[in-house]
C-alpha cells in the first residue's frame, strides 16, 4: 500500500512538474512580440521580478529539502525566467553601458541565490536552517507570480475587453495548482503546507481571471451577434 501510495505521489509530482513546464513557456510570445516591435512596454516587469523570485526561492527552498520535483521544476522556470530578463534588458534599455550593468547585476543576483541552493544539497545542517525562511518567502512570492497575469483587470473592467487577460497562462496555471495541491498532500512525510497554501490561493486566483474573462468574452459575443 506504501509502494502504491509513493508512486501515486511520484505520478502526481512529475505531472506537475511538467505542467510547470508549460506554465513558463506561456510568456513566450509576448517576448516575441516584443523583438518584433522593439518595444517593451508591453512586457510588466513585475511579472518578471514575481517569475524570477519565484523560482529562485522554490529552488533554493527544494534544495534544502523541500523535494527533487520542487527544485528540478524551479530550475526549469530559473532557466526561462533568465532568459526573458535578460532579453527584455535589450529592449528595455537603449545605451549599452545600462544593458551590461543590468546584465551583470542580474547575474551576480541569480549566481548568489544558485550559490547557496547547492551549498544546502551538500550541508544538511546549513539546509535545515534556512528551509523554512526560504519556504515562507517563496510562498508569498508564489501567491503574488499567480496574481500577476489580473494585473490588467483594470484595464479589462474599463474597455470589456477580454484579450487584456491571458487566458493560456491562465488555464496553465489552473491545471498547474490542482497537481501541485494534490502532490502536496501525497507527500510520503506529511502535508507540504507551503506548497499546498500557494497552489490553494493560486488555484482561486486562476478561477476568478477566467470566469472575469468569460463574461466579457460572452458579452462581446452578444454584441457582434
Known amino acids: 500500500m506504501a509502494d502504491i501510495d509513493s508512486t501515486f505521489a511520484s505520478v502526481i509530482g512529475w505531472t506537475a512538474t511538467a505542467l510547470s513546464c508549460f506554465f513558463f513557456i506561456s510568456p513566450l510570445n509576448m517576448f516575441i512580440k516584443m523583438a518584433k516591435t522593439k518595444s517593451s512596454e508591453e512586457i510588466p516587469y513585475l511579472m518578471l521580478l514575481c517569475n524570477t523570485g519565484n523560482t529562485l526561492l522554490w529552488f533554493v527552498y527544494g534544495m534544502a529539502g523541500g523535494g527533487d520535483k520542487v527544485w528540478i521544476c524551479n530550475a526549469i522556470g530559473l532557466f526561462f525566467s533568465t532568459i526573458y530578463v535578460i532579453w527584455y534588458h535589450f529592449y528595455k534599455f537603449e545605451e549599452w ?28 545542517i546549513f539546509a535545515y536552517n534556512i528551509k523554512e525562511g526560504f519556504g515562507w518567502a517563496a510562498l508569498v512570492v508564489n501567491i503574488l507570480m499567480y496574481a500577476a497575469p489580473g494585473q490588467n483587470l483594470y484595464n479589462v473592467f474599463k474597455t470589456e ?9 491562465i488555464i496553465v496555471c489552473f491545471f498547474n495548482c490542482i497537481f501541485w495541491l494534490i502532490y502536496s498532500l501525497t507527500k510520503f512525510d506529511a502535508i507540504d503546507y507551503k506548497i499546498f497554501i500557494a497552489n490553494a490561493l493560486g488555484l ?22
Do not use: E
Not at 486562476?206 to 452578444?222: A, N, P, T
Open 161 to 169: 475587453n477580454h484579450n487584456l487577460l491571458p487566458i493560456v497562462s
Open 204 to 225: 482561486v486566483f486562476s478561477m476568478i481571471q477566467f470566469f472575469i474573462w468569460l463574461y466579457y468574452y460572452k458579452k462581446q459575443g452578444y454584441r457582434t451577434t
Open 97 to 124: 553601458w545600462k544593458i551590461i550593468l543590468a546584465q551583470v547585476g542580474f547575474l551576480i543576483f541569480l549566481g548568489g541565490f544558485l550559490a547557496v541552493g547547492i551549498y544546502a544539497k551538500t550541508d544538511f
